[in-house]
């Protein structure tokens, strides 16, 4: 059964950093994207950026490019998501997801989520 | 790049149908064959219901079709139920990211 197990939720204050996960099971993990998606409180969904676990590759979302890291370790089937400097207006929920098919920055469809990370950064 | 637009409710009574249409333009909608629909129920991770414009993944039901004309896409569901009653997004493809659409929340009435 594939899976997308995230971290759990963090309670921040602006200007601390943070790095959430997402561990991948019941699939070769190296061999699919991940993509991270930001989920405002009461908002839509966005499109933060991809990572192939099988040699790092990484695109981001011009939205997003700066403001977050994303990576992947392939030896422990785990993708995360960093913030060197958090702002207020980083709180969210923050999904990962698998997706079988990317190219360039975006992907055709995602096919398995994680049950997200809440990330709440207090001013 | 902009959001795609969607309604923001659409609402039907048991055992109808109901249509959420999804618009863009040429550079995503109109361009790509990869349309995908995700269902959210409060509180839960979305799921994908429609990938690459009308293909349903294993499991999900015959209810749900997806269909794009120009550079609008359109997910129905037939045969309402009140599990069926959820937000709904949107995605399209394009070279520099994924976009959404803003979410149209289904009420069954």
């Known amino acids: 059964e594939v899976q997308l197990v995230q971290s759990g939720a963090e309670v921040k204050k602006s200007g601390e950093s943070l790095k959430i996960s997402c561990k991948g099971s019941?699939?070769?993990?190296?061999?699919?994207?991940i993509a991270w998606v930001r989920q405002m409180p009461g908002k839509g969904l966005e499109w933060i950026g991809i990572v192939y676990p099988g040699d790092s590759d990484t695109r981001y979302s011009p939205s997003f490019q700066g403001q977050v890291t994303i990576s992947a370790d392939k030896f422990t089937s785990t993708a995360y998501l960093q913030w060197s400097s958090l702002k207020a207006s980083d709180t969210a929920m923050y999904y990962c997801?698998?997706?079988?098919?990317?190219?360039?920055?975006?992907?055709?469809?995602?096919?398995?989520w994680g049950q997200g990370t809440l990330v709440t950064v207090s001013s | 790049q902009s959001a795609l637009t969607q309604p923001a409710s659409v609402s039907g009574s048991p055992g109808q149908s109901i249509t959420i249409s999804c618009t863009g333009t040429s550079s995503d909608v109109g361009g790509y064959n990869y349309v995908s629909w995700y269902q959210q129920h409060p509180g839960k991770a979305p799921k994908l219901m429609i990938y690459d414009v009308s293909n349903r993944p294993s499991g999900v039901s015959n209810r749900f079709s997806g269909s794009k004309s120009g550079n609008t896409a359109s997910l129905t569901i037939s045969g309402l139920q009140a599990e069926d009653e959820a937000d709904y997004y949107c995605?399209?493809?394009?070279?520099?990211?994924?976009?959404f659409g803003g979410g149209t929340k289904l009420t069954v009435l």
């Open positions: 997801a698998r997706s079988p098919y990317c190219s360039g920055g975006g992907c055709y469809s995602c096919d398995y």
């Open positions: 019941g699939y070769r993990f190296s061999s699919y994207w």
């Open positions: 995605s399209s493809y394009t070279r520099s990211s994924t976009i």
